[in-house]
């Protein structure tokens, strides 16, 4: 009797086998055509970031713009924006015959020309220190290109052999805007007539702005991106010049801040 049960029921048990192992034929495959998707759909969402963050800023006679940012609004190419709804041509270089309108009286010549080491913004609420960086080369698409190195830690990079503070010539201070600190994260604030002061170990030097440019940069022609670093090339003026990307998270656009000297400013605390 027992024998006869059990027979009768082994054909039943072999069934359940055969419907499992079909499920799990039919469920590997799945498994891996989801993760195969989820996969390629990460990347669809990651391309436009990392493909932002390939892009090196061009060699110029001077320098690319900046340098390795860490960091979008969508604007026209044909003519770069003024941030700060400033008149003039944010085209045009700033200097020669174009860069007249933002030649400044040398409010600071009488002073000893020194390197700055600190730069305080009030409208920011910013006051961060600068130290030296440097630029290296590399190749693009077969250009060689320059590029300068970006602090981290929250301060701010001087291009060595820009200006001093206090001498004729364009004084270059770039920073991460979101990255390393994000010491400029906020630089797209400033407007025509704010102020700030660059402090050297002795003194201070007070600056106000003059325009603010958004100028595009990744992706764009090799001739527009040699014109946005004509930016910290060196001016027949005293002037400073502010570096960073934009907008937020990004390295699609490089914002331009140009501040000129206004004359004295109240010692280091």
Known sequence: MSHRATSRSYPRHAGVER??????????PALIGLG??????????????????LWSPPAASADAVAGRHGEGAEIDL??????????????????????HDLVSPAAHASREPAAPTR??????????????????????????????DVPDGGAVGW???????????????????????????DLYRLEAGDTLTIYSELEG??????????LPEAGQ??????????????????RVTLVTCHPYGSLRNRLIVIALPTGTAPDAP
Request: aromatic fraction near 8%.
């Open 78 to 99: 044909d003519a770069p924006q003024d941030a700060s709804s400033v008149g003039g041509d944010p085209e045009s270089p700033p200097h020669g015959e174009a860069g």
């Open 159 to 185: 291009h060595q052999g820009s200006a001093r503070l206090g001498e004729i010539g364009n004084t270059v201070l770039n920073g991460h805007n979101t990255t390393g600190g994000e010491v400029f994260r």
């Open 221 to 238: 022609p090799w001739d527009l991106r040699l014109q946005n670093a004509s930016f910290i090339e060196p001016t027949p003026d005293e």
């Open 205 to 214: 030097y007070r600056y106000a702005v003059s325009k603010s440019l958004v």
């Open 36 to 53: 195969l998707s989820l996969f390629v759909f990460g990347l669809l969402l990651a391309a436009p970031y990392v493909g932002s963050r």
């Open 119 to 148: 730069l305080h913004i009030p409208k920011l609420s910013l006051d961060a220190p600068i130290v030296p960086v440097d630029r290296s080369t590399t190749w693009v698409d077969g250009r060689q290109v320059g590029v300068w």
């Open 19 to 28: 419907k499992q192992r079909t499920f799990a034929a039919l469920l590997v």
